[in-house]
C-alpha cells in the first residue's frame, strides 16, 4: 500500500498543469506548422522552386530560429519573462503560417517562414526553463517525455490534416486553415501553464558571464550536437525524396498523399517512442541513450541514400526517421536540464538550440544544394558521414563523464 501510495505521490509531482498545459500547447501548434510543412513542398514546386529552394528555405529557417533561441534563452534568465515570451512566440508562428498562402514566389514563403521560426525560437528557451523548473529532477525525463510525445502527436495530426484540406479548399486556404491551431496553442499557455518554480535571481549575469559558467561536460556535449546536426537534415527532404521515387509510376498526386501518409507515420513513430526514451532517461545515462539515437540518425540517411520506390522501404526510412527524433529532442533538451546551473538555464537552453540550428542550416542547405548538383545518393551519403562522426563523438570517453550525464 504504501509503495502505491508512494507511485501516486510521484505521477502528482510531474504531471503538473504546468506540464499539461506545456503538452497541449506544443499539440495545437505543431498540428498547424506541421499541416502547412506537408502543403509546402507542393506549394513550393508550383511556384516553379528547385529542391536547393526547400533546402535553402529550411536551413535558412531553421538557422534563424536557432539564434533566436540563443536571444530568447538569456531573457529565459528573467523569470517573468518566461511566460509573455512563450505566449507570443506561439501566436507569431501561427500568424505566419497564413501568410504562406499570400506568396507568388519562394522568397514570400523564405520571409515568412524565418519570421515565424524566430518567433518559435525566441520561445523555446523559456517554455522549456519553465519545464524543468516545473518538476522534480528525478522525473524530468517523464515531463519532457510527454511534452515532445504531445508536441509530435500534433505532427501526427498535421500532415492527415493537410490531406483533408488539400482535398477540400484551395492551396491557400490549407496555409489560412493550418493557422488557426497556432492560434489556439498560445491561448492554451497562456491559460495553464504557471511561471512558477525554482528561485532564480532576477538580474540574471551577462551573457558572456553565463558562458563561462557553463560547465566543460555541456561544452563537449556542444561539439557532438553540433557535428550530428551537419548531417542532420529536414524532414521536408524525406518527403521530396518520397515523392520524386514514387511520382514516374503513381503519378503527382498520388504521390505527395503518399509521401503525407509517410510522413504521419514518422511522426507517429516519433509520438509514440519520446514519452518511453524520457521514462527510460530517467534510469540510464541520458547521454548513452542520446549515443543510440545518433546512430539511427546515420542509418536515416543511408536508408535515404539507397532508398528504392518500394513503399514499404521508404515507410522504414520514415519510421527510422522518427525513431531517430524521438532520441534526439527528449535527450538533448533533458542533458541541459540536468548539466546547467539553474541562474543560466535558459541560456544553456538557448546555446544547445542556436548550435543545433547551425548545424540546420549547413545540412538543410547542404543536401539540397548537393542533391541538386550531384543527385539524392551523394547527397545523403554525406549526410550520413557527419551524423556517423557526430555519434562517435558522442560517446563517453572516461567514466567520470559518463557519470555526469
Request: one cysteine or more; aromatic letters at 8%.
Amino acid at each position: 500500500m504504501a509503495q502505491g501510495t508512494g507511485m501516486t505521490t510521484t505521477k502528482r509531482k510531474w504531471l503538473t498543469r504546468t506540464v499539461a498545459g506545456v503538452a497541449i500547447a506544443s499539440f495545437l501548434s505543431d498540428a498547424g506548422h506541421e499541416a502547412a510543412t506537408t502543403a509546402l513542398p507542393t506549394a513550393l514546386a508550383a511556384l516553379g522552386a528547385a529542391p536547393a529552394v526547400l533546402g535553402v528555405i529550411e536551413g535558412v529557417a531553421d538557422g534563424l530560429s536557432s539564434f533566436a533561441k540563443l536571444y530568447g534563452g538569456q531573457l529565459a534568465n528573467r523569470p517573468h519573462l518566461r511566460k509573455p515570451l512563450a505566449v507570443i512566440g506561439y501566436f507569431v508562428t501561427g500568424l505566419t503560417i497564413a501568410l504562406y498562402g499570400l506568396a507568388t514566389g519562394w522568397w514570400h514563403v523564405l520571409a515568412a517562414r524565418s519570421v515565424g521560426w524566430m518567433a518559435r525560437g525566441i520561445r523555446g528557451p523559456a517554455r522549456d526553463t519553465l519545464l524543468t523548473e516545473a518538476v522534480p529532477a528525478e522525473v524530468r525525463g517523464r515531463a519532457f517525455g510527454l511534452h515532445r510525445a504531445m508536441d509530435t502527436a500534433g505532427a501526427v495530426v498535421g500532415p492527415l490534416l493537410a490531406m483533408v484540406l488539400v482535398a477540400r479548399v484551395t492551396l491557400p486556404a490549407v496555409f489560412w486553415w493550418a493557422a488557426v491551431p497556432g492560434m489556439l496553442a498560445a491561448l492554451a499557455f497562456g491559460a495553464l501553464v504557471h511561471a512558477d518554480g525554482q528561485p532564480v535571481p532576477q538580474r540574471p549575469p551577462p551573457f558572456a558571464d553565463s558562458l563561462r559558467a557553463m560547465p566543460a561536460a555541456y561544452r563537449r556535449l556542444l561539439v557532438a550536437v553540433f557535428l550530428f546536426g551537419c548531417g542532420d537534415f529536414a524532414r521536408t527532404l524525406l518527403i521530396l525524396r518520397a515523392i520524386q521515387l514514387l511520382a514516374p509510376e503513381h503519378g503527382a498526386v498520388a504521390a505527395a498523399a503518399t509521401a503525407a501518409l509517410l510522413y504521419a507515420g514518422h511522426n507517429v513513430v516519433h509520438a509514440l517512442a519520446s514519452y518511453p526514451v524520457g521514462h527510460l532517461a530517467d534510469s540510464i545515462s541520458p547521454r548513452k541513450l542520446l549515443v543510440v539515437g545518433y546512430a539511427l540518425g546515420a542509418a536515416t540517411a543511408l536508408l535515404a541514400a539507397f532508398a528504392t520506390p518500394s513503399v514499404p522501404l521508404l515507410a522504414l526510412l520514415f519510421a527510422v526517421a522518427g525513431l531517430t527524433l524521438a532520441f534526439e529532442d527528449t535527450l538533448e533538451a533533458l542533458l541541459v536540464a540536468r548539466l546547467v546551473p539553474a541562474p543560466v538555464r535558459g541560456t544553456g537552453f538557448g546555446v544547445m538550440a542556436a548550435t543545433n540550428g547551425v548545424g540546420d542550416l549547413i545540412s538543410s542547405a547542404f543536401v539540397g544544394l548537393l542533391w541538386t548538383m550531384s543527385g539524392a545518393t551523394t547527397a545523403f551519403l554525406a549526410a550520413a558521414a557527419l551524423c556517423a562522426a557526430g555519434t562517435v563523438l558522442l560517446v563517453p570517453r572516461a567514466p567520470e563523464e559518463a557519470a555526469l550525464a
